[in-house]
């Protein structure tokens, strides 16, 4: 079965301050795909990154930066000089290969950027 | 480009009636997702169409819930008779399925409020 762990409940940083979410999954499939999605406090789900299982190179997109281990079953996000409007809900989420696409959610870490 | 279009964005009503939300895809897309998320349970699946035909209605919660998709632009979740149980943020989400699992684009969801 597949499951998706977010432990971090809540983060709370100072604006600039580095900040990384961590992503733990499960999942019996060799080929599957890993997601991070924002959901800002206006509520819309807004896609950040997709990520495959054959594919481990890490990924940076301007602050933000993605590391994916499938030795420890990690994706982990990381914010850099974060800045008050990075504050959301940050979902991970799983599907697995072949086709069926159906998407399951960790939790989602709550982050805060305070000025 | 227009996303996937929920209608309506707010809906209160009274224990009883019947509800229904709806979902128009991105144009071009062949999969349709609902899910369901509430401060409890998160984001789950609810049902998956792919080429209008449902293909994963599991996490339909009880008889009470039902879907359709009678083309390819326009689905609907109806919920008869609704409880307050009910009350969560309903996503309906659209993709192109093909053997690499693209992502998922979610509209801004529906807050329904069963009273």
């Known amino acids: 079965a597949q499951k998706v762990t977010q432990a971090q409940t809540e983060i709370s940083v100072v604006e600039k301050e580095d900040v990384t979410l961590d992503c733990v999954y499960e999942t019996r499939d060799t080929t599957y795909y890993l997601f991070w999605y924002k959901q800002p406090p206006s509520g819309e789900l807004v896609f950040l990154i997709r990520r495959n299982s054959f594919d481990e190179q890490n990924e940076i997109s301007g602050r933000y930066s993605w590391n994916f281990q499938k030795s420890t079953s990690s994706f982990n996000f990381t914010i850099t000089a974060s800045q008050v409007v990075d504050s959301a809900v940050y979902f991970c989420a799983l599907s697995e290969g072949g086709g069926a696409q159906k998407l399951v959610f960790g939790q989602g870490t709550r982050l805060t950027i305070n000025p | 480009d227009a996303g996937v279009i929920q209608s309506p964005r707010h809906e209160v009503t009274e224990m009883g009636q019947e509800v229904t939300l709806r979902c128009k895809p991105i144009s071009g897309h062949n999969s349709l997702f609902w899910y369901r998320q509430t401060m409890m349970r998160g984001l789950e699946l609810l049902i998956y169409?792919?080429?209008?035909?449902?293909?994963?209605d599991s996490g339909m919660p009880e008889d009470r819930f039902s879907a359709k998709m009678p083309n390819a632009s326009f689905s609907t979740l109806k919920i008869q008779p609704s409880e307050p149980r009910d009350s969560a943020v309903y996503f309906c989400a659209s993709t192109f399925r093909s053997g690499t699992n693209q992502p998922q684009h979610f509209g801004d969801g529906t807050r329904l409020s069963i009273l």
């Open positions: 169409f792919n080429n209008n035909v449902p293909i994963d």
